[in-house]
Protein backbone atom coordinates (compact mmCIF):
# COMPACT_ATOMS: atom_id res chain seq x y z
CA UNK A 1 0.00 0.00 0.00
CA UNK A 2 1.38 3.44 -0.92
CA UNK A 3 1.81 6.68 1.33
CA UNK A 4 -1.29 8.03 -0.60
CA UNK A 5 -3.37 5.21 -0.81
CA UNK A 6 -2.85 5.34 2.95
CA UNK A 7 -4.08 8.59 3.26
CA UNK A 8 -6.82 7.98 0.84
CA UNK A 9 -8.01 5.46 3.04
CA UNK A 10 -8.23 7.32 6.43
CA UNK A 11 -10.69 9.62 4.91
CA UNK A 12 -8.32 12.66 3.23
CA UNK A 13 -10.28 13.85 -0.27
CA UNK A 14 -8.50 12.29 -3.62
CA UNK A 15 -9.11 16.43 -4.55
CA UNK A 16 -6.94 17.30 -1.58
CA UNK A 17 -4.33 15.21 -2.31
CA UNK A 18 -4.20 16.21 -5.97
CA UNK A 19 -3.99 19.51 -4.72
CA UNK A 20 -1.09 19.02 -2.54
CA UNK A 21 0.88 17.12 -4.76
CA UNK A 22 0.51 20.44 -7.58
CA UNK A 23 1.04 22.85 -4.70
CA UNK A 24 5.14 21.08 -4.34
CA UNK A 25 5.85 20.59 -8.32
CA UNK A 26 4.67 24.46 -8.69
CA UNK A 27 7.29 25.33 -5.95
CA UNK A 28 9.91 23.09 -7.37
CA UNK A 29 9.34 24.61 -10.71
CA UNK A 30 9.25 28.48 -9.55
CA UNK A 31 12.55 27.75 -7.58
CA UNK A 32 14.41 26.61 -10.74
CA UNK A 33 13.28 29.22 -12.55
CA UNK A 34 13.78 31.99 -10.00
CA UNK A 35 17.48 30.59 -9.52
CA UNK A 36 17.91 30.58 -13.47
CA UNK A 37 16.88 34.02 -13.85
CA UNK A 38 18.95 35.79 -10.64
CA UNK A 39 21.74 33.35 -11.94
CA UNK A 40 21.69 34.79 -15.37
CA UNK A 41 21.50 38.47 -13.78
CA UNK A 42 24.35 38.46 -11.27
CA UNK A 43 26.40 36.52 -14.15
CA UNK A 44 25.90 40.01 -15.86
CA UNK A 45 26.30 42.05 -13.13
CA UNK A 46 29.50 41.13 -11.89
CA UNK A 47 30.16 43.60 -9.02
CA UNK A 48 26.88 42.67 -7.56
CA UNK A 49 26.98 39.16 -8.30
CA UNK A 50 27.50 37.72 -4.93
CA UNK A 51 24.88 39.65 -3.51
CA UNK A 52 22.08 38.80 -6.36
CA UNK A 53 23.14 35.07 -5.70
CA UNK A 54 22.36 34.97 -1.84
CA UNK A 55 18.61 35.82 -3.15
CA UNK A 56 18.23 32.67 -4.59
CA UNK A 57 18.78 30.74 -1.25
CA UNK A 58 16.34 33.24 0.54
CA UNK A 59 13.70 32.92 -2.40
CA UNK A 60 13.89 29.16 -2.15
CA UNK A 61 12.93 29.07 1.74
CA UNK A 62 10.10 31.19 0.89
CA UNK A 63 8.99 29.55 -1.68
CA UNK A 64 8.96 25.94 -0.31
CA UNK A 65 7.74 27.62 3.27
CA UNK A 66 4.71 28.66 1.17
CA UNK A 67 4.00 25.75 -0.05
CA UNK A 68 4.33 23.76 3.32
CA UNK A 69 1.43 26.52 4.46
CA UNK A 70 -0.90 25.97 1.69
CA UNK A 71 -0.03 22.13 2.30
CA UNK A 72 -0.55 21.95 5.95
CA UNK A 73 -3.79 24.03 6.00
CA UNK A 74 -5.42 21.34 4.88
CA UNK A 75 -3.91 18.82 6.73
CA UNK A 76 -4.78 20.85 10.02
CA UNK A 77 -8.56 20.37 9.27
CA UNK A 78 -8.64 17.05 9.96
CA UNK A 79 -10.13 15.01 12.93
CA UNK A 80 -7.70 13.88 15.66
CA UNK A 81 -7.94 10.57 14.88
CA UNK A 82 -6.95 11.15 11.34
CA UNK A 83 -3.59 13.59 12.77
CA UNK A 84 -2.54 11.44 14.49
CA UNK A 85 -2.53 8.67 11.79
CA UNK A 86 -0.87 10.71 9.39
CA UNK A 87 1.37 11.73 12.38
CA UNK A 88 1.98 8.24 12.74
CA UNK A 89 3.07 7.95 9.28
CA UNK A 90 5.38 10.82 9.54
CA UNK A 91 7.09 9.42 12.22
CA UNK A 92 7.50 6.25 10.37
CA UNK A 93 9.32 7.62 7.56
CA UNK A 94 11.53 9.64 10.15
CA UNK A 95 12.80 6.38 11.30
CA UNK A 96 13.04 4.28 8.49
CA UNK A 97 15.85 6.68 6.81
CA UNK A 98 14.60 10.20 6.43
CA UNK A 99 15.85 11.30 9.64
CA UNK A 100 19.42 12.71 7.72
CA UNK A 101 16.96 14.38 5.71
CA UNK A 102 15.28 15.95 8.40
CA UNK A 103 18.55 17.26 9.61
CA UNK A 104 20.33 18.14 6.71
CA UNK A 105 16.81 20.54 6.04
CA UNK A 106 17.42 21.93 9.60
CA UNK A 107 20.92 22.89 8.48
CA UNK A 108 20.00 24.34 5.39
CA UNK A 109 17.46 26.82 7.43
CA UNK A 110 20.65 27.82 9.89
CA UNK A 111 22.20 29.00 6.73
CA UNK A 112 19.62 30.62 5.49
CA UNK A 113 19.52 32.49 8.91
CA UNK A 114 22.99 32.56 10.70
CA UNK A 115 24.91 32.69 7.07
CA UNK A 116 27.91 31.70 7.85
CA UNK A 117 28.81 31.71 3.87
CA UNK A 118 26.92 32.68 0.97
CA UNK A 119 26.48 31.80 -2.77
CA UNK A 120 29.39 33.04 -4.26
CA UNK A 121 31.95 32.38 -1.38
CA UNK A 122 34.92 30.60 -1.10
CA UNK A 123 34.92 28.28 1.79
CA UNK A 124 36.45 25.16 3.10
CA UNK A 125 34.06 22.97 4.91
CA UNK A 126 36.10 19.58 6.36
CA UNK A 127 38.00 18.54 3.80
CA UNK A 128 36.49 19.87 0.94
CA UNK A 129 37.60 23.81 -0.51
CA UNK A 130 35.77 25.57 -3.27
CA UNK A 131 33.48 28.10 -4.25
CA UNK A 132 29.76 27.74 -3.04
CA UNK A 133 27.34 27.83 -6.61
CA UNK A 134 24.16 26.52 -4.57
CA UNK A 135 22.38 26.45 -1.28
CA UNK A 136 19.31 24.35 -0.83
CA UNK A 137 17.55 23.22 1.46
CA UNK A 138 19.62 19.74 1.85
CA UNK A 139 22.60 20.32 1.00
CA UNK A 140 25.53 22.97 -0.17
CA UNK A 141 27.53 22.71 -3.71
CA UNK A 142 30.86 23.89 -3.84
CA UNK A 143 32.90 23.81 -6.88
CA UNK A 144 36.51 23.50 -6.07
CA UNK A 145 39.38 24.04 -8.09
CA UNK A 146 39.51 21.04 -10.03
CA UNK A 147 35.74 21.69 -11.64
CA UNK A 148 34.51 18.98 -9.71
CA UNK A 149 30.96 19.66 -7.87
CA UNK A 150 30.75 18.47 -4.10
CA UNK A 151 27.65 18.38 -2.70
CA UNK A 152 28.05 18.63 1.41
CA UNK A 153 24.82 18.08 3.45
CA UNK A 154 24.06 21.11 5.41
CA UNK A 155 23.99 18.76 9.01
CA UNK A 156 27.91 18.88 7.76
CA UNK A 157 28.14 22.32 9.50
CA UNK A 158 27.38 21.24 12.83
CA UNK A 159 30.19 19.03 13.48
CA UNK A 160 32.81 20.45 10.71
CA UNK A 161 34.81 23.49 10.68
CA UNK A 162 33.66 26.20 8.24
CA UNK A 163 36.10 28.34 6.86
CA UNK A 164 35.48 31.44 4.13
CA UNK A 165 37.79 33.09 2.37
CA UNK A 166 35.96 36.03 1.93
CA UNK A 167 32.59 36.47 3.91
CA UNK A 168 30.54 37.89 1.06
CA UNK A 169 32.60 40.02 -0.65
CA UNK A 170 33.85 40.18 -4.14
CA UNK A 171 37.48 40.70 -2.84
CA UNK A 172 39.81 38.30 -1.40
CA UNK A 173 42.93 37.82 0.09
CA UNK A 174 45.41 35.20 -2.34
CA UNK A 175 48.47 33.88 -0.27
CA UNK A 176 51.64 33.36 -2.80
CA UNK A 177 54.23 31.43 -1.39
CA UNK A 178 57.81 30.62 -2.95
CA UNK A 179 60.84 28.88 -1.34
CA UNK A 180 64.44 29.96 -2.09
CA UNK A 181 67.84 28.44 -0.23
CA UNK A 182 69.38 29.96 2.59
CA UNK A 183 72.14 31.37 1.11
CA UNK A 184 69.98 33.21 -1.32
CA UNK A 185 69.50 36.99 -1.42
CA UNK A 186 66.37 37.11 0.50
CA UNK A 187 65.78 41.09 0.42
CA UNK A 188 65.92 40.70 -3.54
CA UNK A 189 63.53 37.37 -3.81
CA UNK A 190 61.12 39.79 -1.61
CA UNK A 191 61.28 42.63 -4.17
CA UNK A 192 60.74 40.22 -6.12
CA UNK A 193 57.58 38.58 -5.26
CA UNK A 194 56.55 42.49 -4.35
CA UNK A 195 56.67 44.09 -7.93
CA UNK A 196 55.46 40.77 -9.43
CA UNK A 197 52.31 41.15 -7.26
CA UNK A 198 52.02 45.29 -7.99
CA UNK A 199 51.62 44.32 -11.57
CA UNK A 200 49.65 41.63 -12.04
CA UNK A 201 46.55 42.50 -13.72
CA UNK A 202 44.48 40.81 -11.44
CA UNK A 203 45.93 42.31 -8.05
CA UNK A 204 43.89 44.89 -6.33
CA UNK A 205 45.02 47.05 -4.05
CA UNK A 206 43.61 50.05 -1.65
CA UNK A 207 43.37 51.24 1.68
CA UNK A 208 41.45 48.77 3.03
CA UNK A 209 42.92 45.87 0.83
CA UNK A 210 46.42 46.48 2.09
CA UNK A 211 49.65 44.13 0.34
CA UNK A 212 52.43 42.50 2.46
CA UNK A 213 55.28 40.20 1.86
CA UNK A 214 56.94 38.26 4.38
CA UNK A 215 59.98 35.88 5.14
CA UNK A 216 60.24 32.81 7.35
CA UNK A 217 63.21 31.36 8.18
CA UNK A 218 63.36 27.81 7.91
CA UNK A 219 66.51 25.08 9.06
CA UNK A 220 67.37 24.99 5.14
CA UNK A 221 65.56 27.40 3.19
CA UNK A 222 63.42 30.77 3.25
CA UNK A 223 59.84 30.78 2.29
CA UNK A 224 58.48 33.68 0.80
CA UNK A 225 55.03 34.62 1.12
CA UNK A 226 52.77 37.15 -0.58
CA UNK A 227 49.76 37.79 0.36
CA UNK A 228 47.30 40.70 -1.89
CA UNK A 229 43.90 40.79 -2.77
CA UNK A 230 41.92 40.28 -6.26
CA UNK A 231 39.43 42.12 -7.62
CA UNK A 232 37.18 39.11 -8.34
CA UNK A 233 37.81 35.64 -5.90
CA UNK A 234 37.67 33.96 -9.39
CA UNK A 235 40.61 35.06 -10.33
CA UNK A 236 42.31 33.57 -6.92
CA UNK A 237 44.51 30.62 -9.45
CA UNK A 238 45.38 33.01 -12.08
CA UNK A 239 46.41 35.45 -9.65
CA UNK A 240 48.75 32.87 -7.73
CA UNK A 241 49.72 31.76 -11.22
CA UNK A 242 50.63 34.90 -12.87
CA UNK A 243 52.65 36.10 -9.30
CA UNK A 244 54.33 32.45 -8.99
CA UNK A 245 55.35 31.99 -12.83
CA UNK A 246 57.32 35.88 -13.01
CA UNK A 247 58.61 35.50 -9.72
CA UNK A 248 60.58 32.19 -10.88
CA UNK A 249 61.61 33.78 -13.97
CA UNK A 250 62.63 36.67 -12.13
CA UNK A 251 64.83 34.33 -10.11
CA UNK A 252 66.27 32.18 -13.06
CA UNK A 253 67.82 35.52 -14.45
CA UNK A 254 68.73 36.94 -11.36
CA UNK A 255 70.64 33.75 -10.19
CA UNK A 256 68.63 33.61 -7.18
CA UNK A 257 68.13 29.84 -6.43
CA UNK A 258 65.67 27.76 -5.40
CA UNK A 259 65.42 24.03 -3.42
CA UNK A 260 65.84 21.34 -6.00
CA UNK A 261 62.98 19.34 -3.76
CA UNK A 262 59.46 21.00 -3.52
CA UNK A 263 58.62 22.43 0.14
CA UNK A 264 55.36 22.13 0.33
CA UNK A 265 52.10 23.49 -1.51
CA UNK A 266 51.00 26.66 -1.37
CA UNK A 267 47.90 27.42 0.36
CA UNK A 268 45.61 30.07 -1.47
CA UNK A 269 42.86 30.14 1.10
Not at 27 to 55: F, S
Not at 78 to 92: E, I, M, R
Not at 101 to 120: H, K
Not at 188 to 191: E, F, K, N
Given at each position: ?14 E ?6 G???A ?30 P???V ?9 I ?92 N ?13 L ?8 D????I ?15 D ?45 E ?15
Open positions: MTALQALVDLGIAQTLTRMVVVVAYLTTQVVGYVLTAVAERLPHRRIRIKIVVIARLIYGTAAYLLGPLLQLSTAQLLAVSGLFGAALGFGLKDLFAAIIGGLVLVTERPYQVGDKVSIGGDYGEVTDIDLRATTLRTPDDSAVSIPNATMFTANVSANAGQSEMMVVVEAVTASADVRASAVEEAMMTSKYVYVDDHPFTVLVEDESYYRTIRGKAYVADLRDEFAFASDVTERSMAAFASGIEMPEAPIRAPENR
